[in-house]
Nanobody, 125 residues
Framework: VQLVESGGGRVPAGTSLLLSCAAS????????IGWFRQGRGIEREGLAC????????EYSEVTRGRVTVTTDLAKKTVYLQMSSVQLEDAAVYYC???????????????????WGQGTRVRVTS
């Protein structure tokens, strides 16, 4: 299982952000993909989770409706788009995967077994 995030960098506040998570080494339908982030001095927090087989996406309240998850199943890539980026959105963003059947919980951080290396987002004012 391999997950590679990309799309981080410097982002002006108030603009939009698009991150990619390229998945390989597993069948996407068999896993739940999660997006998480960790800001400086902050515990890693969940943003959204997605299941292609269930056609199900859940979003956390952290980003108050500013996040949208989309996919390109042919490319096995899951995207995270965030609108109206704010200074407090600066963080390292991770995608993660867990087997779809390994938990009753859909988006619990501790259930995710495989993690990408993360992509850092810096927000400029």
């Amino acid at each position: 299982v391999q997950l590679v995030e990309s799309g981080g960098g410097r982002v002006p506040a108030g603009t939009s952000l698009l991150l990619s998570c390229a998945a390989s080494g597993f069948i996407l339908d068999d896993y739940v993909i999660g997006w998480f982030r960790q800001g400086r001095g902050i515990e890693r927090e969940g943003l959204a989770c997605f299941s292609s087989l269930e056609d199900r996406t859940e979003y956390s309240e952290v980003t108050r409706g500013r996040v949208t998850v989309t996919t390109d199943l042919a490319k096995k890539t899951v995207y995270l788009q965030m609108s109206s980026v704010q200074l407090e959105d600066a963080a390292v963003y991770y995608c993660a995967a867990r087997p779809r059947t390994n938990s009753f919980h859909f988006c619990r951080k501790t259930d995710f077994q495989f993690w990408g290396q993360g992509t850092r987002v810096r927000v400029t004012s």
